[in-house]
């Protein structure tokens, strides 16, 4: 769009409700059913006189010259996608809101204050609604449209503005008119469990810690509760929840997640640490919460502050005390991100300045009880009306009876059995978790019998007063608590319950009897599956469905008791070796199935057991296994690859490479090559290159043909993506031909697609088509899916130079059919980049738009910036042939920085060239020369050849804009660095 001056304008933003959803659960079908909502949008806005001046995803930003224009594109738009709704797979609900008031034009977007409002509009609406401002709807008169009339919503607050606004639904033929209450305001929660029960008892502490984080909560509990005022309360940005395990931490979090997500622009996040054990771990655990993808170059850490810098979120981080190493990267991210708040739950305090630490206290308990009938035993007797009605509102007593009810329907409480109840939670000292145990046994025994049962182990579970002063009181507690529910066990049940600690985020029945049963000295007749059975049925364990097998799970705080017991047992050295070596022993079994027909399942199975496996190589470590456990690292490297665990996974070999000296050296040779994929991957070819000829030299070493094929291989790879194909050449017929000679198909057809891309990148289409055909068919002899599908992308990418464009495209749908299937999330993004381009070639540019997106989305998720820069890139360049200027740039902004962080240097030339032509063609001549000038010394020191049409684009600005004014500008942009580009074109963007 040109520049225009401040002017008062109308403004319609459109979003997809569920859109991400949507996407999870078919992306094709997303994507045709989004093309055709984007080509119906454009079509209503434009004939209403519009212009869509902005897209995120799929939201669309418009502006009108008036209201009327902008309300009747709104009532087109909603008419048209209803009408067209069985023309795709998938029905899109669009909530859509209009404002009127002045905005700034700048470079193709619009800056003020009407847009922040707009936008907080429609957060508010729901899918097939239109709402608008109080501003339009003045505007607007009555009548304007004789089937059109508007809805009072009434006055509402929105998200960081100041002021209600009236706010007003648009009725008209055709339109849906009956919608819940307006979402005023509702933001995206990340990775927060939704809790099965609900929260009891915690309305003074809820209230508190709404008031520490300076927000209030609904229901804000007993102003005359004892505590601080909440009206005194200091301020703080991090909020610690300290507690014994059991006290209702977590709990009390997620309450505080679902009150007061809204009041962040970034929403809430939550992220458990309670399978970690290791502090650096921690970043990756909050970035993948998060959906933040892979660190581009980035120490995990230092990728994480970057990211969190500028976001206005709550961030819940549960368990710490796991990894109190972390506290160091809580106080780096209190210091280096301003707008963050956090929610810690440990069982100690961080000890980091800005740290405000609000103690769980146990539930309240009734003061006092008030009997009849006489009896000395206050537990035994009834209780009198008055004390009734105090123990019915005790938060403990509402606890016990609610889950209670929950194992046995029919359970009242009732002023007989009251005293006995209360007699309970207090011998349980008000621990939320220790209630709920007891109360699950309510389906065997009666109040009565519980309170006799607690009785026989005299007053040890009484709350900070009888535990070892060596350790916080609060654990003891906790600790009693379970102990209780353990000394119910027979012999055989303590065992097993003892022995299934070693366990991190549970495992599957089978892997947990092979584990922990059939040991030395056990009775050979025990069944230790009933044994299982009857823990689970104790609320001690947890018995889920894991697809065909049956997972086990424990509560966190009930096996931190477990470990206690297993590290002062004479088992633990036997249990933690036989959990390593069974892990390993997965690991090995499952490396040779990821590359064949089950590997999808193989894949799946590793996914569950990753604590289980990160321990495994933690425990062979400290004892000094550095063989087994580079074993293990070794053998998980393509699970790691696959599924975008990467960042972990070249952490875990290199740091195992680092330590392990005296290992044998096929096992080093296979550990390098599985991180120099990880580092490649990662857009690190350099180290990768050294990883690889380490791996080479040991193999060539030791004969070991296998390993020689696959070092040349990953070596020819290496420098493909480095663009030295001669090189490539060299390692990669190599590679062929040791391979060959060893009769490995597997490596033949890898080496032969390999040459392939070769072949060509070269040009020699001919030569490529060969090569990617005996490759495939090769592939699928072997039954392997991904490599298959890899195969076909090629095959289909290079047909299309020979005009075979239906079987190309079908080649490529089977790929990505196959790479779907196995969860390959780079291959995915690799196809639809090639699907793409395919759509674009043929003219359907809405499909392409749709494919780029999700290759996109994907790549930036699984941490692969080369297929996430194509993607931007093939975005950049759609737009800019829709002559939308101001959004190709930005996008052609963000393609550069994902190439710099690939190290590839092909596509920072074309990222150049792109912004390039995006100045020229809005009259920035001087920045347009300066971009040709990067260019040109890319190309340069690069050796590649120029972009297509970059000489004629400086030939033409030289003549625009004179030779002597033309070279100097040509030079400063020769000598500026990539970062300064990107410095310069952000600045003129917004200048």
């Known amino acids: 769009m040109s520049e225009r001056p401040a002017e008062v304008v109308t403004f319609l933003f459109t979003d997809v409700e569920g859109s991400t959803?949507?996407?999870?659960?078919?992306?094709?079908?997303m994507s045709v059913a989004l093309a055709r909502h984007d080509a119906l949008l454009h079509r209503a806005i434009a004939t209403a006189g519009g212009v869509v001046f902005k897209t995120v995803g799929d939201a669309f930003c418009a502006v009108f010259p008036t209201p009327d224009a902008a309300v009747a594109a709104a009532v087109a738009g909603q008419r048209a996608l209803h009408a067209n709704a069985a023309a795709t797979p998938l029905s899109l609900k669009v909530r859509m809101a209009i404002h009127t008031g002045p905005a700034d034009p700048r470079g193709g977007d619009y800056f003020g204050p009407p847009l922040n409002r707009v936008a907080r509009l429609l957060d508010t609406a729901h899918g097939e609604q239109i709402v608008i401002s109080q501003a339009t709807r003045e505007l607007v008169p009555d009548g304007s449209a004789p089937d059109l009339t508007f809805r009072g919503l009434g006055a509402h607050t929105l998200k960081d503005l100041q002021g209600a606004e009236r706010v007003y639904q648009i009725v008209a033929t055709g339109l849906r008119t009956e919608f819940p209450p307006l979402r005023t305001p509702r933001r995206l929660l990340r990775n927060v469990p939704q809790p099965a029960t609900d929260l009891i008892g915690r309305e003074r502490e809820a209230a508190l810690a709404g008031a520490f984080l300076g927000l209030r909560l609904p229901g804000g509990g007993d102003p005359n509760a004892e505590g601080p005022s909440l009206e005194r309360v200091p301020p703080t940005r991090l909020l610690t929840l300290t507690g014994p395990g059991g006290a209702g931490k977590t709990r009390l979090s997620l309450h505080l997640i679902a009150e007061l997500a809204g009041e962040f622009a970034d929403g809430a996040a939550f992220v458990s640490l309670a399978t970690l054990t290791d502090p650096a771990l921690a970043p990756v655990a909050i970035m993948t919460a998060l959906d933040l993808g892979e660190p581009t170059g980035d120490s995990p850490r230092a990728f994480l502050l970057e990211q969190l810098r500028d976001r206005h979120l709550l961030l819940v981080l549960d368990n710490l005390e796991q990894v109190m190493g972390a506290a160091v990267l809580v106080a780096d991210l209190m210091k280096g991100c301003p707008r963050l708040s956090?929610?810690?739950?440990?069982?100690?305090?961080?000890?980091?300045?800005?740290?405000?630490?609000?103690?769980?206290?146990?539930?309240?308990?009734?003061?006092?009880?008030?009997?009849?009938?006489?009896?000395?035993?206050?537990?035994?007797?009834?209780?009198?009306?008055?004390?009734?009605?105090?123990?019915?509102?005790s938060a403990a007593v509402r606890l016990f009876v609610a889950r209670a009810q929950s194992v046995k329907p029919e359970f009242t409480l009732t002023t007989d059995n009251a005293g006995d109840i209360v007699e309970i939670c207090r011998r349980l000292d008000g621990l939320p978790l220790a209630i709920e145990l007891a109360a699950a046994?309510?389906?065997?025994?009666?109040p009565l019998a519980l309170r006799e049962r607690l009785d026989g182990f005299g007053r040890r579970l009484d709350l900070l007063s009888r535990g070892q002063r060596d350790l916080p009181a609060r654990q003891q507690t906790m600790r009693d608590t379970v102990a209780w529910s353990y000394d119910l066990l027979d012999p055989a049940e303590q065992r097993l319950f003892t022995r299934l600690a070693v366990f991190v985020g549970g495992a599957t029945v089978e892997t947990c009897l092979a584990v922990a049963a059939e040991l030395p000295g056990d009775d050979p007749a025990l069944d230790a599956l009933a044994v299982l059975e009857s823990l689970a049925n104790k609320s001690l364990v947890q018995l889920t469905e894991d697809g065909d097998d049956s997972r086990l799970t424990m509560f966190e705080t009930i096996r931190d008791y477990a470990q206690e017991l297993l590290a002062g047992s004479d088992e633990q050295q036997r249990i933690w070796q036989r959990h390593a070596e069974t892990f390993l022993s997965l690991a090995e079994d499952a490396e040779p199935l990821l590359v064949g027909s089950d590997q999808t399942r193989w894949l799946d199975r590793l996914d569950r057991d990753q604590a289980n496996l990160r321990a495994a190589i933690g425990w062979l470590r400290e004892q000094g296994q550095m063989e087994a456990a580079l074993r293990l690292g070794g053998a998980l490297w393509r699970f790691w690859w696959l599924r975008g665990d990467m960042a972990e996974g070249r952490g875990q070999l290199e740091t195992l490479l680092r330590e392990s000296n005296a290992v044998a050296p096929a096992v080093r040779a296979k550990a390098l090559n599985g991180a120099g994929v990880l580092a490649d991957s990662q857009g690190d070819p350099e180290h990768a290159e050294r990883l690889h000829q380490e791996s080479l030299a040991i193999s060539r070493r030791l004969g070991d043909f296998p390993g020689v094929v696959w070092s040349l291989n990953n070596l020819g790879v290496v420098a493909i993506n480095q663009g030295d194909y001669e090189r490539a050449r060299h390692f990669l017929e190599e590679n062929l031909a040791v391979a060959e000679e060893a009769g490995d198909t597997a490596s033949i057809a890898t080496a032969l697609i390999d040459l392939g891309q070769i072949a060509h990148y070269e040009g020699d289409h001919e030569r490529a088509r060969s090569l990617f055909s005996r490759s495939l068919e090769l592939f699928r002899a072997l039954g392997d899916e991904s490599c298959t599908a890899r195969a076909l992308n090629n095959l289909g990418t290079i047909l299309f130079a020979f005009g075979e464009h239906d079987r190309a495209a079908a080649l490529l749908r089977e790929s990505l059919a196959l790479h779907r299937h196995v969860g390959d999330r780079q291959g995915i993004a690799s196809t639809l980049n090639n699907l793409a381009g395919a759509a674009s070639r043929r003219g359907d540019f809405d499909t392409a738009m749709g494919f780029f997106r999700e290759s996109h989305m994907l790549a930036r998720e699984g941490g692969n910036p080369l297929y996430a820069a194509i993607a931007m890139e093939g975005l950049a360049a759609l737009t800019q042939l829709h002559g939308d200027g101001g959004v190709a740039q930005n996008r052609y902004l963000e393609t550069l920085r994902l190439y710099r962080a690939a190290g590839d240097e092909q596509g920072i030339m074309t990222s150049l060239a792109g912004l390039a032509a995006g100045a020229a063609s809005q009259g920035r001549t001087r920045e347009a020369v300066m971009l040709v000038g990067a260019a040109t010394a890319v190309c340069e020191r690069s050796q590649q050849a120029a972009p297509e049409g970059l000489a004629e684009a400086a030939d033409s600005l030289r003549g625009a804009m004179g030779e002597a004014v033309f070279d100097d500008v040509l030079r400063m942009g020769r000598e500026m660095s990539i970062d300064d580009v990107i410095g310069q074109t952000v600045a003129l963007d917004r200048a």
């Open 441 to 446: 046994r309510a389906r065997f025994y009666s």
């Open 21 to 29: 959803r949507l996407w999870e659960a078919d992306p094709r079908a």
């Open 342 to 393: 956090m929610v810690v739950t440990s069982r100690e305090r961080l000890s980091v300045r800005g740290e405000q630490e609000l103690p769980i206290p146990p539930l309240a308990l009734p003061a006092s009880l008030a009997l009849t009938g006489g009896a000395s035993d206050a537990a035994a007797a009834s209780v009198s009306a008055l004390a009734f009605d105090a123990i019915r509102q």
